[in-house]
């Protein structure tokens, strides 16, 4: 038996955690999980405190049973002196991703696993933290997680196990609000905007989109993360798209949820919400928040190619190891570099020490094309916003300002 320390006591504890957090919601039993995508990955996120609890969890000889990705961590660990993060960051980051690593995880470092082989097959149970990476497993994946914390991602990846409660179960994934979107979406600005409308209303419930056709993997994964910053979506479905768009036309026949429309002057506001920033200048320019798709890589490298950032204004296209890998093999790499911008791996300016960079580097100003990093920016990173598309993202690093 797990819980009564015949594995050992890391396995008890985890067992513990698990079961109580079973019977806070009413589990019936546990279940097996596939993989893991660990939330508290960020120094910054787990503090001290959850450093040592990683690190005394190691010490105690626990391994992981299931496949577990890290998610983004606090540095990028190649970059970080250049991005001006300090020493004792960067030395617990190495602390914490070593315990993770001990324990078997594999040190992705990204909040998209499922673009670097973490993908899940329909209706596998799996334990995943990070709220845009559940809303892709959830929604887009049809596999099913909660909202995973630190301490229960950590027990399930050394048991193998979870609790049976929430987006596990069929009763808890159909729609509780129906939106009629009647304007065209261009691109994932526009998704981004969606999603931040919309999750401000659906809170933690389930939306069901119906007028959204063909959209691209980096337009429903900003959907999702924007839903997911706003409110605490955990799932949607979008009619004719999404694996389970079928089943929750039929819930939402014979539930028949709140509806709502979005058109084009809800975007707008959605738009004017976002873009926070009162002065024109940019000091940051942040592209990919969720990390970038090699696609987005390349179409930035494309529109910063014969160009240069202006001085004084500092510009992270941020992605995972894997993609910047790739990135290097196509020169995607050295030209971005070439245009005076980084690759900046591993890490986001929302698990980076933000507060700390911004006030060492001098910025005040971030734009960017990610309605989730706009939402969190002045909270989180202190830094006010300006929200637009990618191509007026490059723009305002080239010139060094904001143009509406
Ligand atoms: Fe990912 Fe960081 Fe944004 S974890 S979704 S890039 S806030």
Not at 31 to 45: K, L, Q, R
Not at 145 to 159: C, D, H, V, Y
Not at 343 to 372: E, G, H, Q
Request: net charge negative.
């Amino acid at each position: 038996m797990m819980a009564d320390g015949e594995h050992g006591p890391a396995v008890e504890s985890a067992m513990k955690i698990l079961v109580a957090l079973g019977g806070i919601f009413e589990a019936e039993k546990l279940v097996d999980v596939t993989s893991v995508h660990m939330p508290g990955s960020s120094v910054v996120v787990s503090g001290d405190a959850g450093l040592q609890f990683v690190e005394d969890t190691w010490q105690a000889d626990a391994t992981f049973k299931v496949p577990t990705t890290l998610n983004t961590g606090a540095i990028d660990f190649e970059l970080w002196r250049t991005l001006g993060i300090s020493e004792s960051i960067a030395d617990k980051q190495h602390r914490l991703t070593r315990a993770y690593e001990g324990m078997g995880a594999i040190s992705l470092h990204s909040c998209c696993p499922y673009l670097s082989g973490n993908i899940p097959r329909a209706s596998e149970q799996v334990a995943w933290g990070e709220s845009s990476a559940v809303a892709y497993a959830n929604s887009v994946l049809s596999a099913r997680t909660n909202r995973e914390g630190g301490p229960a991602a950590l027990a399930s990846a050394i048991t193998g196990k979870a609790p049976l409660y929430g987006y596990r179960l069929d009763e808890n994934r159909g729609s509780t609000l129906v939106v009629r979107v009647d304007t065209e979406l261009a691109g994932i600005t526009d998704y981004g905007a969606l999603g931040y409308h919309v999750g401000r209303i659906a809170g933690d419930g389930v939306p069901f989109f119906a007028g959204i056709s063909s959209p691209t993997t980096d337009e429903l994964k900003m959907l999702g993360a924007a839903l997911a910053s706003s409110g605490a979506v955990a799932l949607f479905h979008i009619e004719h798209v999404t694996p389970e768009s079928e089943w929750a036309s039929v819930f939402v026949e014979s539930n028949k949820p709140e509806e709502i429309d979005v058109g084009q002057g809800e975007l707008r506001d959605a738009y004017s919400l976002l873009c926070k920033a009162k002065e024109t200048s940019v000091d940051l320019v942040c592209i990919g928040c969720p990390h970038c798709s090699i696609q987005e890589v390349a179409e930035v490298a494309g529109l910063l190619k014969g160009k240069r950032v202006r001085q004084n204004t500092a510009f992270w296209v941020c992605t995972s190891a894997p993609v910047k890998t790739l990135a290097d093999r196509l020169g995607l790499t050295k030209t971005i570099n070439d245009a005076g911008a980084l690759i900046v791996r591993d890490t986001c300016p929302v698990l980076a020490p933000m507060k700390d960079i911004a006030s060492k580097m001098n910025y005040r100003t971030v734009a960017t094309n990610s309605a989730k990093l706009a939402n969190y920016a002045p909270g989180q990173c202190n830094l006010m916003p300006h929200y637009g598309d990618l191509k007026q993202c490059v723009n305002s690093a080239i010139e060094g300002k904001w143009a509406p």
